[in-house]
């Protein structure tokens, strides 16, 4: 369940209207998704075999391969702006898109539209590309909204400290627990940085973009609203266990 407080609790966000930035991006990676082969709903990429060579050439044609970003190919600068809407199975695509509703909905609502498309591709974009500059040899591609929706997570904690969050937690028995905002971002940072000082070069959660779009979100916000912009405690919101 996905809850927040609604718009009349919220006079900041008297003119924005609906997150319509936020409901176009889920609609667009679901979409994308859908009808490429990772979904396994396409039936133009066959089965067995072929899907799965379907799916590794959809993957590096469309996300980022870090020792081809640097090659100087001319359409590798697209790369991090593409992977930004590719996803590697189920999973993945609905723990992120459960993250950009229940966090860039209040997000977009605070920046306005303009800003909010611009900041979440930027920001994007350049954790993808963090992320393959400490790992320019690596072969592995990458792909995921992962860096944006971290980047949301940044400036939601800056914009919104004192907001609400309910968790859910399978080692307690997926019982719903509700803590501060910050309380549950931070939780989430420390693990993206334990998980990441483990984290090699085989396949795997990109833990490193995930903190530098965290901290790029978190240091736009504060540098641009500053504090008189933070909302304390008029929103809460919901959320699953799912990383992004």
Same mark, same amino acid.
Request: with cysteine; charged share 10%; aromatic share 16%.
């Given at each position: ?8 609790? !919220? ?6 209207? !609906? +997150? ?12 994308? %998704? ?30 980022? $391969? +870090? =020792? ?7 359409? /590798? ?12 199975? &189920? ?41 393959? *500059? ?8 990458? $792909?995921? *909204? ?9 400036? %939601?904690? &800056? ?10 937690? +399978? ?12 309380? $549950?971002?931070? %939780?989430? $940072? ?12 085989? +396949? ?9 779009? %965290? ?6 916000? &504060? ?14 919101? =919901?959320?699953?266990?799912? /990383?992004?």
């Amino acid at each position: 369940m996905i809850e927040t407080s609604s718009g009349r609790d !919220r006079p900041w966000m008297a003119g924005h209207g !609906r +997150p319509w930035v936020t409901y176009g991006l889920i609609v667009s990676c679901c979409l994308l %998704f859908v009808i490429g082969p990772a979904s396994g709903l396409n039936p133009g990429y066959g089965t067995g075999g072929r899907l799965v060579e379907a799916q590794s050439t959809y993957f590096e044609r469309w996300g980022v $391969v +870090p =020792s081809a970003l640097w090659s100087g190919a001319p359409d /590798q600068p697209l790369a991090p702006l593409t992977a930004l809407f590719v996803h590697g199975n &189920w999973l993945h695509l609905l723990g992120n898109m459960l993250f950009l509703y229940v966090f860039g909905a209040m997000t977009e609502e605070r920046m306005g539209r303009v800003q909010f498309a611009v900041f979440y591709l930027v920001t994007g974009y350049l954790a993808l590309l963090g992320y393959a *500059a400490a790992h320019a040899d690596s072969a592995q591609t990458l $792909v995921g *909204a992962s860096g944006s929706i971290s980047g949301v997570l940044g400036a %939601f904690l &800056w914009l919104f400290p004192r907001a609400r969050v309910t968790s859910l937690f +399978p080692f307690l028995f997926f019982l719903p627990l509700r803590f501060p905002a910050w309380a $549950v971002l931070i %939780f989430w $940072v420390a693990l993206q940085w334990l998980a990441a000082r483990q984290a090699d070069d085989r +396949p795997g959660v990109a833990y490193l973009a995930h903190l530098v779009g %965290f901290t790029l979100g978190f240091l736009y916000a &504060w540098g641009r609203f500053g504090r008189r912009a933070r909302v304390g405690g008029a929103a809460r919101a =919901s959320e699953g266990e799912s /990383q992004p």
